[in-house]
């Protein structure tokens, strides 16, 4: 019988895990010492691990994730929770530039063991707290990108990102910290660059992770009743990208549907269209599809938030045009 | 009180550091290099000064402007040479140039090419010497015009509230490529800014490398002891231009700022000291200009570096 945790709970365990594991692993960001994080992830981690390796750090985006890029080329395996995804451009020398090219412009004289936890996604928090912006990070060498789904995937991914030697933007839904699913006893990590087929079907592949994975699962449900199967492929990072599983599913079914949270325009689905077009020409017997943000910003109000996010019923609607 | 020999041996790293950059701008006069060279002539002394004041294994972040830090610390003439043309046998294997010249078991860092980029870094290498009860202090150099950036406000705040082993050098030699100090910045000494971080604040003359050394050391005396941060303002000079081949058109203290050469007052007063005599100068003079060319002629002697280069060292 598996145990039965929350996503955050997972990304809490990790944590704890992996600081009792490595005293080089240290945690900081505003709030996740005393309060224990503003969704409470860090909660009873400065207890456990004292105020040398949990502690709040000010408001100074630039300064956490650059501090955390020097403490890591000096040894440490730095854990930064930025609180929110879209600050990533608050601090964007320190993202694009200090984690991703430190290394590569010194000749490799560094490594980078930086973990930078971003929570993202809409939940009415206003247009610059609600977006993922993972596009940015899979333009840019140098970083990898987690997208976590479940709360297994998020314990074992970052678990991994923790003890990779590459900065590691790690994404957490908001959406997702309540949800909970069943997890497996032991230290388990897992690869990045290797994603998974959350369902099987014939008719469409769909490419859907984090919040609109589970809208996806919602339309494979609904679909299925009208004899439509997708399948479901979950890529669990997006930097590495595992196309080579994506390709498979795709020679099996024909069809494409990339589901995501971020703005369309060359966003991640456009980047995966590109490279089925690229290496997967063949195997499309219908025209590539993605569903995402209009290009417009994530309003602060449920209506208008729930307008622009891709819906159920708009990934059915898109799907039966591709089965059809 | 600076010792006899050490005033002999930032004379002489000076020295060498003035005849290496020296040949660097010949050689992309000449075309053998790019341009991409920010002299640091009258800066020199100062910057081998403050590192003579503390322990070769105290890491170094540096500002662009010149590569006597790098000298001062030791690191191959060819190597630097290297990477600037784009040979093999440089530091970061035709990835960074100049600007990115790296020499960790010298306890150099490297540079962020973004200017006060690397503020934020220091902060975290500090934390690491702190997590580790390290007895080394980071260093970091910068420019007036890097003091204006964001980083430099949140790098010193945060240095302050935790107490880090950092020392902050800001290098003021009045210019922020052609932009006057006090077109852009609004205090006189930007060490006043210290006030606003609690940390203490100096300025000092960068000719003299008695007030350098002692700053630093008093700053590495209070950061070893747990006692946090400082920031020291070097009043500098920038003899030349912004970059090697910067006519400065825009520079209205073209004509005098030759007379204030602080290598010129430091020749003079250790032969004043009789610790060197003019003949022993030429002689040091002409072994460094040897051992410039015989740098030049390994790197022109070495291949170009290998293009598929630009695929490597991206991830560990």
């Known amino acids: ?324 | 009180m600076i010792q006899n020999d050490q005033l002999k041996h930032i004379f002489a790293k000076a020295l060498l550091t003035r005849l290496f950059e020296a040949r660097l701008i010949k050689l992309t006069a000449e075309g053998f290099l790019p341009p991409l060279l920010h002299p640091g002539a009258g800066q020199e002394v100062a910057q081998i000064a403050a590192l003579s004041a503390l322990n070769d294994d105290d890491p170094l972040l540096y500002s662009h402007r010149g590569v006597g830090y790098m000298v001062a610390r030791g690191t191959s003439l060819s190597a630097m040479i290297a990477d600037m043309a784009g040979r093999a046998g440089g530091t970061n294997n035709g990835k960074g140039g100049i600007m990115h010249v790296v020499d960790v078991p010298n306890a150099v860092y490297g540079e962020s090419g973004t200017l006060g980029g690397g503020l934020v870094l220091s902060v975290g290498m500090g934390m690491a010497l702190k997590r580790r009860r390290s007895d080394q202090v980071v260093i970091h150099f910068f420019g007036d015009g890097a003091s204006n950036r964001g980083t430099f406000h949140e790098a010193l705040n945060w240095a302050a509230v935790q107490k880090l082993p950092c020392i902050y050098v800001c290098e003021n030699n009045g210019w922020a490529v052609s932009v006057p100090t006090s077109v852009s910045t609004a205090v006189e000494n930007i060490a006043d800014r210290a006030a606003g971080y609690g940390i203490p604040g100096e300025v000092v003359d960068g000719a003299d490398p008695n007030a350098v050394m002692a700053a630093i050391s008093d700053a590495a005396r209070r950061a070893r002891a747990g006692e946090g941060p400082s920031l020291i303002e070097i009043k500098a000079i920038r003899l030349l231009g912004h970059y090697a081949a910067d006519p400065q058109d825009y520079r209205a203290d073209a004509a005098t700022v030759k007379e204030r050469d602080p290598l010129v007052t430091l020749r003079q007063r250790v032969i004043d000291l009789g610790l060197l005599s003019e003949a022993e100068i030429d002689a040091m003079t002409a072994d460094y200009e040897a051992q410039v060319e015989q740098a030049v002629e390994t790197v022109k002697a070495a291949p170009l570096i290998d293009a598929d280069q630009a695929f490597a060292d991206l991830y560990a």
């Open chain 1, 1 to 324: 019988m598996m145990r039965t945790i929350n996503y955050g709970q997972a990304i809490n365990e990790a944590l704890a895990e992996e600081m009792a594991r490595d005293k080089d692993v240290i945690l900081y960001g505003l709030d996740v010492a005393a309060w224990g994080g503003i969704f409470n992830i860090t909660k009873g981690l400065l207890d456990r691990f004292g105020p040398e390796r949990v502690f709040d750090s000010p408001i100074s985006e630039s300064a956490m994730v650059g501090a955390g890029v020097g403490a890591a080329i000096m040894g440490l395996r730095p854990v930064v929770e930025l609180q929110y995804a879209d600050f990533i451009l608050v601090a964007g020398d320190e993202i694009f530039f200090k984690a991703g090219l430190w290394r590569y412009m010194h000749g490799g004289a560094f490594k980078v063991p930086l973990v930078v936890r971003l929570p993202s996604g809409a939940t009415g928090a206003g247009p610059e707290h609600s977006t993922c912006p993972e596009a940015y990070i899979m333009h840019s060498p140098g970083l990898l990108c987690a997208v976590p789904s479940t709360a297994a995937d998020a314990k074992a991914l970052l678990k991994e990102a923790i003890r990779l030697d590459n900065p590691v933007m790690f994404f957490e839904h908001r959406r997702l910290y309540q949800k909970r699913d069943a997890i497996p006893e032991g230290d388990v990590t897992l690869p990045f660059g290797k994603g998974i087929i959350r369902r099987e079907g014939r008719h469409v592949t769909v490419v859907a992770w984090q919040y609109m994975l589970s809208r996806a699962l919602k339309a494979a449900e609904i679909l299925e009743t009208e004899g439509i199967e997708i399948e479901i492929f979950d890529p669990r990072t997006l930097s590495p990208f595992d196309s080579e599983t994506l390709i498979e599913s795709v020679r099996k079914t024909g069809a494409c549907l990339v589901v995501e949270e971020g703005y369309r325009r060359l966003g991640v689905g456009a980047e995966i269209g590109a490279m089925l077009m690229e290496q997967a020409f063949g195997y499309l017997d219908r025209p590539f599809r993605r569903l995402a943000i209009p290009d417009v910003p994530v309003a602060s109000v449920k209506p208008l938030v729930d307008r622009v996010l891709p819906s159920v019923e708009d990934i059915c609607a898109t799907c039966r045009e591709l089965a059809a």
